[in-house]
């Protein structure tokens, strides 16, 4: 009877063991996907204001008051993808995003590249909500919820 017990406890803790295990992995691989395309969108946004930052230095001379906004919310709100929470790096791009929508550019080579660079943010919003929703979906399922609460980890946002 006690091989039994002792079997039974032995036969759980492998069982929880594995199943923490097989938790951890998968948590860790869908929060490696998370930040790889908070990178990704980071890297397009850069690029999007280093172009914008191009059009205002080689348009100097005659800079439009859209322009000139967007020029103070870049230098103001410097992006910094490691400092700075998703929420206000979100805030700010989307601030961006708004203003190069009303903007007025002669240049059509210019034009279409900051178009193609919109477009390609907005895939990245996509993505990153779609990785944010699989994790956030994956820890609040039971019992899974327990084990992130016990690990610490936390639900990204979404936008």
């Known amino acids: 009877m006690e091989h039994i017990v002792v079997g039974s406890l032995f036969v759980a803790i492998v ?19 998370v930040e790889k395309s908070w990178r990704l969108l980071g890297c397009h ?3 999007r ?48 995003s708004n203003q190069v929508a009303q903007l007025k550019i002669d240049n059509l080579q210019i034009m279409h590249e900051i178009t193609d660079l919109e477009q390609q ?22 019992p899974n919820n327990f084990a992130g609460q016990i690990l610490g980890s936390e639900k990204f946002p979404m936008f």
């Open 15 to 33: 069982v929880i063991a594995g199943w923490l295990i097989v938790f951890y992995s998968n948590m860790v691989n869908k929060k490696t996907l």
């Open 45 to 47: 946004i850069q690029k």
């Open 49 to 96: 204001n280093e172009v914008i930052k191009k059009i205002i230095e080689s348009s100097s001379d005659s800079i439009s008051p859209e322009l000139e906004y967007l020029n103070q919310l870049i230098q103001e709100n410097g992006i910094n993808l490691n400092r700075e929470s998703p929420c206000d790096v979100m805030g700010v791009s989307l601030k961006i």
């Open 121 to 142: 943010i907005e895939k990245s919003y996509d993505l990153y909500n779609e990785e944010v929703q699989s994790f956030n979906k994956f820890l609040s399922k039971f």
